[in-house]
């Protein structure tokens, strides 16, 4: 699947993903591949990406490592958006 993370100051992260598991308003839940399409409003917690990311420098130190080899993103909320196997995360 293909996700972009997007903030008010930059753009984060664009590419291919293995999956994207986010802290919604309900629980976190976790999105793979062809996941039915879905817009959630975000609460504050760890955005948690799996697969490789290929992360440019100036942003590297807003993203951590987690378990699993997860790549943790700290938001304070946010909304997600998956349609057509993309995945777009608009987080403050």
């Keep these: 699947m293909y996700l972009e993370i ?3 100051e930059a753009l984060l992260f664009s590419g291919e993903v293995t999956s994207v ?3 919604g308003v309900d629980g976190e839940f976790q999105m793979l591949d062809n ?3 879905i817009v959630s409003l975000l609460v504050k917690g760890n955005v948690k990406v799996y ?3 290929n992360l440019e420098e100036e942003v590297a130190d807003k993203f951590s490592t987690g ?3 997860a790549t943790l ?3 304070n909320s ?3 958006e998956m349609k057509d196997n993309k995945v777009i995360v608009l987080a403050d």
């Design 6 to 8: 997007v903030t008010p």
């Design 21 to 23: 598991a986010v802290p």
């Design 35 to 37: 996941h039915a399409p």
């Design 51 to 53: 697969g490789d990311m």
């Design 67 to 69: 378990e699993n080899g």
């Design 73 to 75: 993103l700290p938001i």
């Design 78 to 80: 946010g909304t997600i």
